[in-house]
């Protein structure tokens, strides 16, 4: 088992974006320190979450570690051109060389007023998405195509080394699209709302290999504490933002933890919270573990999770890697 981080820089309901972008780069450094496999940062076009360029804040926290691994999580790919990801990332492992991840994704990130910004003039056909993972490993000179469009074109800079690749889904098809281009699959259980074995089961058997093994994620939200009641209030300023937003109702930024708590939840919404247990794991760091080795049972294979950790004080969001790497280390998990 591998635990990485992805962080969303996401916005307080009285704060900003500057604070969030500043909390982002603390947490990679401890979590450098600390022995996370990974950190990712993602792509969203959203008041509430302080950026939507994952490539240049990778740069930053690149820079700013030493060993862990920086990804995306992803870039949101039919939004660009292969070409220019392409790019954006060989510059990255150039000054960086074997310490990024490329995860990718189709996503719009966003409201459709972005999405349609942001494609603006753009016509795509149907399979547009696999044309373009097509491209981009090419480009990278990960799987060459002979007779390509674009002839000899290179992207720059012209290096021996590339990213590792990822593609991000919740679905059994995206498992099949990354498992037919032979790059790692990271499933948004997350996002999905379920566990699903038949997903990672899917990507293991049809994984076309290219002279890597399959590599297999699972992204959770993660609360953890000292105590499990700690925990559990964490978790609930994230799950009762969840509710307002389900809802339709303005949510700006993680609320506070009194504004959490003295939301009164109707029986409706309790089951509702019930039903989103899945997207999380809760508890104290020995607890956690438990629930992801229950997770890595579940899934019958070697899977490396993904923690998000949406806690809106920074000190309490930093405890719980701290706690939870700490436990970890304890019971000698393989890094």
């Known amino acids: ?168 889904g919740g679905s059994a098809g995206s498992a099949g699209l990354a498992a037919y281009h032979g790059i790692g699959f990271a499933y948004a259980q997350f996002i999905r709302g379920e566990k699903d074995a038949a997903v990672l089961d899917m990507y293991r058997k049809s994984y076309r290999n290219n002279g890597q093994n399959p590599q297999m994620m699972v992204s959770l939200f993660l609360f953890c504490a000292e105590t499990t009641e700690a925990a559990e209030a964490l978790a609930k300023s994230h799950e009762v933002a969840s509710l307002l937003q389900e809802q339709g109702r303005p949510v700006k930024g993680m609320l506070r933890p009194e504004t959490a708590a003295d939301y009164k939840l109707s029986p409706y919404e309790k089951e509702r919270l019930e039903d989103n247990r899945p997207t999380m794991v809760i508890g104290t760091a020995a607890e956690v573990l438990q629930q992801l080795e229950e997770l890595e049972d579940y899934y019958s294979a070697e899977v490396e999770f993904m923690l998000t950790s949406p806690v809106y004080e920074e000190k309490a969001r930093q405890d719980g890697f701290r706690l939870l790497m700490e436990a970890y280390n304890r019971r000698s998990y393989s890094v």
């Open 1 to 168: 088992m591998k635990l990485s981080i992805l962080d969303q820089s996401r916005i307080k309901e009285d704060g900003g974006a500057i604070e969030a972008l500043q909390e982002t780069v603390r947490l990679a450094e401890l979590a450098d320190r600390l022995g996370y496999t990974r950190f990712w940062v993602s792509e969203h076009h959203s008041g509430s979450l302080a950026h939507s360029s994952p490539e240049l804040l990778m740069g930053n926290l690149a820079a700013r570690t030493s060993r862990i691994r920086i990804g995306s999580g992803g870039v949101m790919l039919p939004h660009y051109s292969a070409y220019k990801v392409a790019e954006n990332a060989r510059l990255l492992e150039a000054l960086h060389p074997g310490r990024i991840d490329l995860g990718i994704g189709r996503a719009p990130g966003g409201m459709p007023a972005s999405k349609r910004a942001l494609q603006e003039y753009k016509v795509m056909p149907e399979d547009w998405y696999d044309r373009q993972i097509r491209d981009l490993l090419h480009y990278l000179n990960i799987r060459i195509e002979e007779k390509h469009r674009f002839g000899d074109l290179i992207a720059m800079p012209d290096i021996n080394t590339a990213p590792s690749v990822w593609l991000l």
